[in-house]
């Protein structure tokens, strides 16, 4: 039997003399508000939040690009420096934030420089201020819409819904299979453009618009979600070789898709790369400017259906890893999605503590907690790298009693009782043997893509100058936790950064900038697509991404 390392037993009993408390931080202007615990830096606190901050250093506190304002005194702090040890608010200024600067690349600010075609065509009618356009993100399992005001590039109202179409399949794969009739693909296009006109509705009674004032949209989705949306053949898709119908741009009439805007406006859908590597892997590699960094980056997309881009503007490679909808709570004896009441965060302190969304008590795991808690069972010896559980309900006499009370049988397997109710002292929140199964083939499917496209680029682990996780779901994910369980590279923790939600960004860039159009169609060409599962190691490089080690 594995043995945690010999300093295992003295550093819980220095842990176990702290009290991790817990405290509120309020983000302004966002009006954000999150509770974390006591040590934690405002900038993962700002991860937490949803607010992505510029981190050029990685987090060292030596470029200074994170910097915010406490909140009433003025007092200027590194977010990656700052510890939370009270309540605070915080005022995040526009130069601190991530993407503030692509916005400002482009002259949205000054307006003499916007470029959208459906600007300067309708600028004189609609008057400066009045021409509105709509970013949209149609992820498989969630679907976020920006309202933009194209005279100055603000962002005037965010919203963002599940996805209807998971009532047809948690996954592309499922729906593919759905929508093999016309009836079934109609039904399909249906919800989704229902959807995204409740959004738009949604928006713009909260900026107090018309709906009528909105002239562009900008549409990114993967390929499956594409098709869909344009209502375009999806039935290749699910068989071999896994060809798009299309992997064009379209410029659609609004009137021709049923989307509640302008009528003489115009729906703009960016390109796909491929059959399973849709257009919010284009727009991802837009917003983070793939076609212009020398270095060597990996921006892992993480999601039911995962996406890869590895390389440098001399050399781009993309591929798709279906991971599977655990690390978004399918299939987790108490797993869920980013929900009120849901485990965000695990952290080690002599007993387990919790950071949890919203003001529930604990009540379900999502994915960022997932991996805390593999991770900190695997620091504690409980879990070894195969990731069978050690320990049995009654056993772990090495354990201290903080950790060895939480280990329990539950239907027949080996169980960790993360929270219990505060009324019965029952486990209500536990992570079974069969989580942590389902928790290694989503990690691995995502590994092994990852490990098969730096063979192609002849790299290894100490190659990559930098990993960028997009999506929202890579936004809540801490570093530390992802490469201890061996779901990234095992790389310095200063070269991975959250990136947010870039495809939303990207569809904004695209919704603004003519020129960056243009960049998007080049990077769609450049990037070649690896069907991963084809490659003949894939197997063994699988087998090998099963195991929980950095």
């Not at 949604?202 to 869909?228: D, F, K, W």
């Not at 695990?346 to 003001?359: A, H, Y």
């Not at 923790?493 to 960004?505: M, W, Y």
Request: charged share 20%; aromatic share 4%; glycine share 10%.
């Amino acid at each position: 039997m594995n043995r945690p390392d010999a300093g295992y037993e003295a550093k819980i009993v220095l842990c176990a003399k702290m009290s991790m408390k817990h405290f509120r931080v309020v983000f302004k202007p966002d009006g954000r508000e999150i509770s974390i615990h006591e040590g934690a830096t405002l900038l993962e606190a700002a991860r937490q939040a949803g607010i992505i901050l510029a981190t050029a250093c990685g987090g060292k506190g030596t470029c200074g690009k994170c910097a915010l304002r406490l909140h009433p005194s003025g007092q200027q702090v590194l977010a990656c420096q700052h510890q939370v040890q009270d309540d605070l608010a915080v005022v995040v200024p526009p130069e601190s934030r991530f993407y503030e600067h692509k916005i400002l690349d482009h002259g949205i600010a000054a307006g003499a420089q916007i470029h959208p075609t459906v600007y300067r065509k309708y600028q004189a009618g609609a008057g400066i201020g009045k021409i509105l356009g709509v970013a949209v993100d149609i992820g498989t399992t969630t679907v976020v819409a920006k309202l933009l005001n194209l005279a100055s590039g603000q962002c005037l109202a965010t919203k963002a819904v599940l996805n209807p179409q998971t009532r047809f399949g948690d996954d592309v794969v499922s729906r593919i299979s759905y929508a093999q009739s016309e009836e079934h693909l109609a039904e399909l296009h249906n919800v989704i453009i229902e959807c995204i006109n409740t959004l738009i509705d949604r928006l713009c009674r909260q900026a107090g618009v018309p709906a009528s004032s909105i002239y562009e949209a900008s549409i990114v989705g993967n390929t499956t979600m594409n098709h869909i949306f344009l209502r375009l053949p999806v039935e290749q898709l699910g068989r071999a070789p896994y060809r798009a119908w299309s992997v064009e741009a379209h410029d659609v009439p609004p009137l021709q898709l049923g989307i509640a805007m302008n009528p003489a406006g115009n729906v703009h859908c960016a390109e796909n790369i491929a059959g399973f590597v849709g257009a919010d892997t284009t727009a991802v590699a837009l917003a983070v400017d793939m076609d212009s960094i020398d270095d060597r980056v990996l921006v892992v997309d993480i999601g039911t259906n995962g996406e890869i881009v590895l390389g440098t503007r001399a050399q781009l490679y993309a591929a798709s890893c279906a991971a599977g909808p655990a690390l978004e709570g399918a299939r987790i004896k108490h797993g869920s999605r980013a929900a009120d009441g849901a485990v965000e965060a695990v952290v080690f302190n002599g007993d387990i503590t919790l950071d949890t969304i919203g003001t529930s008590p604990p009540r379900s795991i999502c994915g960022s907690g997932l991996i805390d808690a593999v991770a900190v069972l695997l620091d504690l010896g409980i879990v070894d790298a195969t990731g069978r559980f050690l320990y049995r309900q009654g056993g772990g006499a090495s354990l201290l009693e903080p950790i060895a009370s939480r280990i329990r049988e539950h239907q027949g397997q080996p169980a960790f009782c993360l929270a219990r109710s505060g009324q019965t002292s029952l486990p209500d929140v536990i992570l079974t043997q069969r989580d942590i199964r389902e928790v290694q083939l989503a990690k691995a499917a995502i590994r092994a893509g990852i490990r098969i496209l730096m063979d192609k680029l002849g790299m290894t682990d100490r190659d990559i100058d930098r990993v960028l996780l997009a999506g929202a779901f890579g936004n809540y994910i801490r570093p530390s936790s992802a490469v201890r369980i061996g779901l990234l590279p095992n790389v310095p923790l200063d070269r991975i950064q959250s990136v947010g939600n870039a495809a939303a960004t990207g569809a904004e860039i695209l919704l603004i900038s003519e020129e960056c159009r243009e960049r998007a169609a080049r990077l769609a060409r450049k990037i070649q697509y690896i069907e991963i599962a084809h490659e003949k190691n894939f197997n063994d490089v699988f087998a090998d991404a099963m195991f929980l080690s950095p």
